[in-house]
């Protein structure tokens, strides 16, 4: 697989921002949200951290969750670094 280095898009960037700045979003969808802002500068080259990638799939799979908090949330899971397998 090649080295790859993901950043989060113009689009996700925004929501997650809008996500950040509303009073009324949960701390799961913030986490998530900060956490896909904090990867928009490629030059920073993070990942998502395991905490976060938790918080960002009940975000995803939660039906009162908005828009705006799934995008963010689905862009900082696609940044999610991968765990390596440890072969037997």
Do not use: F
């Not at 790859?4 to 509303?22: F, G, I, N, W």
């Not at 920073?44 to 395991?50: A, H, I, Q, R, V």
């Amino acid at each position: 697989m090649a080295n790859e280095k993901k950043q989060t898009s113009k689009k996700a960037a925004s929501a997650a921002s809008k996500v950040l700045r509303d009073g009324r979003t949960s701390n799961d969808s913030k986490s998530a949200g900060g956490s896909a802002l904090s990867q928009a500068d490629k030059k920073l080259n993070k990942t998502t951290g395991g905490k976060a990638a938790e918080k960002a799939s009940k975000v995803l799979q939660s039906d009162d969750t908005g828009e705006k908090s799934k995008k963010a949330a689905a862009s900082a899971l696609t940044q999610k670094k991968a765990n390596k397998k440890l072969e037997p």
